[in-house]
């Protein structure tokens, strides 16, 4: 009896220390603003006015306030807004990165639903923040919140992996 008690406080006091040290104050997500203006860098890009589509090439860059988004090639549709189109979807692929100031996700490919809010990375995808390395083949970031979610797929058997560090107490 006198084990099982020992037992239980053991792990009471590591479960109270853990949720005390372990990003209790460090959520995962990330810093958006879905209301900023879309800022592309490339160095080509071609707009099919006929077929509502287009491509960037060559280290594209986008940035939407603090959300940067990069790959070697994007591509786009858009409205059919004659006075202002606008971007309804976006495609990246070969070496798709996506940052803030404290996270980065990468992955293979990435497609960003501006109707939706939400960016699916796809492939190999490898999230990084100042405490945490999580590791799958899907992620949906949601623009709206920040929040993101791995999708683990049911057919191919693959799970979710990650180290989640302690950080460091702050003077309180």
């Not at 040290?21 to 959520?27: F, G, K, R, V």
């Not at 986008?62 to 990069?70: A, E, F, H, S, V």
């Not at 190999?124 to 949906?140: P, S």
């Amino acid at each position: 009896m006198v084990s099982l008690f020992r037992s239980c406080l053991i792990f009471v006091s590591i479960f109270i220390y853990f949720d005390d040290q372990l990003l209790a104050n460090e959520p995962i997500s990330f810093d958006t603003n879905i209301n900023a203006p879309l800022k592309v860098d490339a160095d080509k890009m071609y707009i099919d006015k006929i077929a509502l589509e287009g491509g960037l090439s060559g280290s594209v860059s986008i940035n939407q306030g603090p959300l940067n988004l990069r790959a070697d090639q994007m591509e786009f549709t858009f409205t059919n807004n004659a006075s202002m189109p606008v971007i309804k979807n976006l495609y990246a692929s070969n070496g798709v990165v996506i940052s803030n100031q404290d996270m980065t996700a990468a992955g293979n490919n990435a497609s960003y639903s501006v109707n939706n809010n939400e960016i699916i990375l796809i492939g190999g995808v490898t999230v990084i923040n100042n405490y945490t390395t999580l590791k799958g083949d899907k992620l949906l970031i949601d623009l709206e919140t920040g929040a993101i979610n791995f999708i683990a797929d049911d057919n191919q058997n693959k799970r979710v992996k990650g180290v989640l560090m302690q950080s460091k107490k702050k003077d309180e």
